[in-house]
């Protein structure tokens, strides 16, 4: 089993819609992180949060570190945001330092006209 | 401020071959992390490291593959004598320095293709 699963694997949705991609982890965090990676390849950083919700333009990332869970949602929905929407975690016991990530496989979101 | 630069953007190497992969992290920066993803998988951490030492090689290859981060210029990935295998998006991520953790900003990433 992954270290970090994600739901759904693939999605699509129509112009307007409310999006909601999930992640599970098993191991202890320090931090999360949401990521965006366009078909270009390019990652871009969306949100990294340790609690609670954080939310930016039409987008909002909550976390739930007692069920090991965080969602990332996308109001009215648009065709840009099609893209691979990747969650990563830090892992809580690589010594009190920063340290690597370990990500999702992603999930690739279609938002159709 | 630019961001996170990598060169070159797309490498194609024949099977023995050499690959040097630069990554120039943001102003200020002096954490560097190096991720690979193959086709069709996730991204996967290979190496972590900060002015001058290695903190974290824990995800790197045991042969051929090496990095550094020298007091002056960018960090560098080197995959000596590459195969098939090693085609794939290889990005770096910068971060700056403290204990706290920071959001890591990614390098557009370096196409690697072995023929």
């Known amino acids: 089993k992954n270290e970090v699963e994600q739901s759904p694997q693939n999605l699509t949705a129509q112009e307007g819609e409310f999006i909601t991609i999930n992640c599970s982890y098993s191991?202890?965090?320090?931090?999360l992180h949401w990521l965006q990676q366009h078909p270009g390849g390019g990652i871009v950083s969306l949100f990294m949060?340790?609690?609670g919700k954080k939310k930016h333009g039409r987008l909002i990332a909550t976390i739930n570190i007692q069920e090991k869970h965080s969602s990332l949602h996308i109001t009215a929905s648009h065709p840009r945001d099609s893209a691979v929407y990747i969650c990563?975690?830090?892992?809580?016991?690589?010594?009190?330092?920063?340290?690597?990530?370990?990500f999702g496989k992603g999930t690739k979101l279609s938002v159709k006209p | 401020n630019a961001g996170v630069m990598q060169n070159p953007r797309h490498l194609v190497r024949r099977r023995g071959q050499e690959a040097r992969l630069r990554c120039s992290p943001m102003k200020g920066h002096s954490h560097v992390y190096w991720y690979r993803q193959l086709p069709e998988e996730g991204l996967k951490f290979m190496v972590y490291l900060q002015k001058e030492n290695i903190i974290d090689e824990s995800g790197m290859p045991k042969e051929r593959f090496s990095a550094e981060f020298p007091k002056e210029g960018p960090s560098i990935l080197r995959i000596q004598q590459v195969v098939r295998g090693d085609s794939a998006a290889y990005f770096c991520?910068?971060?700056?320095?403290?204990?706290?953790?920071?959001?890591?900003?990614f390098g557009p990433g370096t196409r690697l293709l072995v023929l």
């Open positions: 991520a910068s971060s700056p320095p403290g204990q706290k953790q920071e959001t890591q900003y």
């Open positions: 191991v202890g965090i320090s931090a």
């Open positions: 990563a975690v830090l892992h809580f016991n690589y010594g009190g330092s920063q340290g690597n990530l370990i």
């Open positions: 949060l340790s609690s």
